[in-house]
């Protein structure tokens, strides 16, 4: 008889939709059916259930051809690497939860490794603005029962975040705005007319690369100054409709996206953006928010703050002190200048998503994949160790794009022998201990 499920937590993106249906089947090895998710976070569970999951770690031979090794070995040439190595690093975590992190923290501090997350190319810019700036947020939550005006700014939730807008945002009934859609004002601001603006009341049209200009242009009309006729591709008379919509909410939040962080400006558009929101405040109430990107890309940030301090590119090469300066200690600058000698990927596909020069100059060192799935990342890798998918097959903890913890269930059993990022990084950390003793190293 196959059985559902109910309440499964979709691992794709930082909406971590948590009212996911899932029908497995009698065996409990099969999914049949997933209501209520999107197009992406369906194919996640079914794709789990496929018949090319690798099932052993993969050691690379001389002759460039993968052989199948157990987990035994793989956690000791793991552990033998990070020994060695005297600046690893270990990237990636966007997708696993935060049991994996918190395991891989303890490994990195072991090794003096530099321990990084994918927040690095992405929301990073965002974590410099607040530390100069502060975040007055809110969760998910009080947008969905208070907002009346939702502002759209360099974000396509229509494609990144399919069911944002149905969840919190734009459609649904709250508390206060019983009315959904046609109660509230959506403003989307994009050079490029999304499928998101095409849902919106009002769509601006900012110049690309220029939104630190309009963002400077609506501060100023908030205060009750004059601006020129057009800033940044955008008419006075638009600025000036807008600013009045905003001044005039009841509750609103910003929602920001990549249009703002890997734009001329990064971290400046976000640290304007909170200094708006600020102003906005002196007003009536308004709130901002990251478009997180991966279901648990919060989490990071979160359980390594408990552990060290700082969110992300935490260098601990220097073995008693942990340091972030990102420039310095962000993946990417340090494969630039080539100052890592070992690359783990963890949850993440830098094989994929990295430029391709600081791919070359990683590939130079051992490199070890850790992953449910073959991805570029893995098919460049000395090693590629595979893991349970979180949410489908692991259970565990993640944090929401709002920073609202979630536990996340199991619905399948992952394939026979195949463990957890947790369990993995756990091994790898009693290997190097042991390692550690028999070799007389000490701290
Ligand atoms: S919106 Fe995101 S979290 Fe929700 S079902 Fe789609 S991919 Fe999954």
Redesign the pocket.
Known sequence: MPKKIENV?????????DD?VVTVSDDGRHVLEVE???????E?FHHASGDNRIKLPRLRQPDGTYKDISYDEAVDYAAKVLVKAKKPLIYGFGSTNCEGMAAAAKVAEKAGAVLDNCASICHGSSFLAIFDNGYPSCTLGETKNRADVIVYWGSNPAHA????MS?YSIFPRGFFTGKGHKGRKIIVIDPRYTDTARVADIYVQVKQGQDYDLFNAFRTVIHGEDIPDEVAGVKKEQILEVADILKKARFGTIFYGMGLCHSDGRNHNVDIAISMTRDLNDFTKWTIMAMRGH?NIAGPGVVWAWTTGYPYCIDMSKKDHAYMNPGETSSIDLAMRDEVDAFFNIGTDAGAHFPIEAVKHLKKHPWITIDPNICMASEIADLHIPVGIVGVEVPGIVYRMDNVPIQYRQVLNPPEGVISDEELFERIHQRICEIEAEEGITQ
């Not at 975040?161 to 944002?164: I, S």
């Open positions: 937590g979709c691992p794709y993106c930082g909406v971590c939709c996911l209520n998710a999107c197009a992406i976070g369906n996640i975040h399919p069911r944002h969840r279901y």
